[in-house]
């Protein structure tokens, strides 16, 4: 039986324009969690979760669109925005201080970290990029054939730190593409899961993934032996996904959905679980706060400008 939707924790409000990135942001042992929000006019909000109030709201250089957002450690952290710039900032004397680290394409794709690799979208908008953040390096490089089209999504992940990690891709073809990043860059399987764009995707630490398109469909599939393969799929009540996201320790994925609601579904068994409703137009973006952090937290943002927080089974 479908558990009764749960109010949100609570909302936060004050970013005055669509939310369209979020990231839960430990910066470090003994600190406080953060939460980063980016929105469609090029803000960047840092929250502090205990006293559910803004820190710090900054500006990027040309007030264009965050894709993507990302903590990495207790004074930085990265953005990318929708020109193709992509930014570290960071802590200092004088404040918050941006650096230029590369560029982007300037599509809807953002970028994926695992360590110290980053996996971004090449200014082509056809590539991808590998770029070590240690040297600022480019790795590697990958690319699909031109039937597949745009790049929409993509997801760097490996099993344990000891193992290569895998970038996955979601085309617009509806194509998901799978590449060992220690190869040369050849393409090493594909799956179309999606007759449309595959709009968003997420991949658990197992290499068992699932993404979504413009219609009901939510499809999961699974890297086994070097080959992406089919892994179930669930149907939803309504069309259009924003995003999704699954919890660190595999028990739910959440999925944002473009009628305003989102969708919490069992991992394992894509059992439906809760419809989560308080939004008034689209959600385009979600986060978990790590499982092993009590109490469990998914942020989700709206086009309606507003953030709200989840407490989560």
């Keep these: 039986m ?13 970013s005055n324009a669509p939310i369209s990135a979020v990231h839960f942001w430990n910066p470090g042992e003994g600190s406080k969690w953060k939460l980063l929000s980016g929105t469609a006019q090029g803000k960047i909000h840092i929250w502090d979760v205990e006293s559910r109030r803004s820190d710090v709201i900054l500006s990027t250089a040309h007030g264009k669109g965050i894709l993507w957002l990302e903590g990495l450690d207790s004074n930085s952290f990265l953005s990318q925005c929708r020109d193709g710039e992509l930014s570290k900032w ?3 004397a004088a404040g918050w201080q941006s650096k230029c680290i590369g560029r982007t394409g300037v599509g ?3 970028s994926s970290r695992s360590g110290s690799l980053l996996a971004k979208p090449a200014a082509d908008d056809r590539s991808f990029e590998l770029i070590d953040l240690t040297s600022g390096n ?8 031109d039937d ?15 193992d290569a990690p895998v970038l996955f891709a979601g085309y617009e073809s509806g194509e998901v593409r799978a590449w060992d990043a220690t190869g040369r860059g050849e393409v090493g399987t594909s799956l179309r899961p999606h007759r449309d764009p595959a709009l968003a995707m997420d991949v ?4 068992r993934g699932v993404s979504g398109s413009v219609d009901e469909a939510l499809q999961g599939w699974r890297h086994h032996e070097g080959r992406l393969v089919d892994g179930g799929s669930t149907t939803m009540t309504s069309a259009g996904v924003g995003a999704v996201t699954i919890r660190d320790d595999r028990a739910i994925v959440a999925v944002a959905r473009w009628d305003s609601h989102i969708s919490v579904f069992d991992w394992k068994k894509f059992k439906p679980l809760a419809v989560l409703a308080c939004h008034q137009e689209a959600v385009q973006c979600l986060d978990f706060r790590t499982a092993s952090v009590e109490p469990h937290l998914l942020v989700a943002g709206s086009k309606d400008t507003l953030l709200s927080v989840w407490q989560l089974y």
């Excluded at 109010?7 to 004050?14: E, I, N, R, S, V």
């Excluded at 658990?204 to 290499?207: G, R, V, Y």
């Design 148 to 162: 597949a089209g745009m790049p929409m999504c993509v997801a760097l992940r490996r099993r344990d730190m000891t």
């Design 90 to 92: 960071t802590l200092e």
């Design 138 to 145: 480019v790795a590697q490089t990958f690319r699909a054939g």
């Design 108 to 110: 809807f794709c953002g």
């Design 2 to 14: 479908r558990r009764e939707s749960p109010d949100p924790l609570f909302m936060l409000h004050g």
């Design 204 to 207: 658990d630490a197992t290499l």
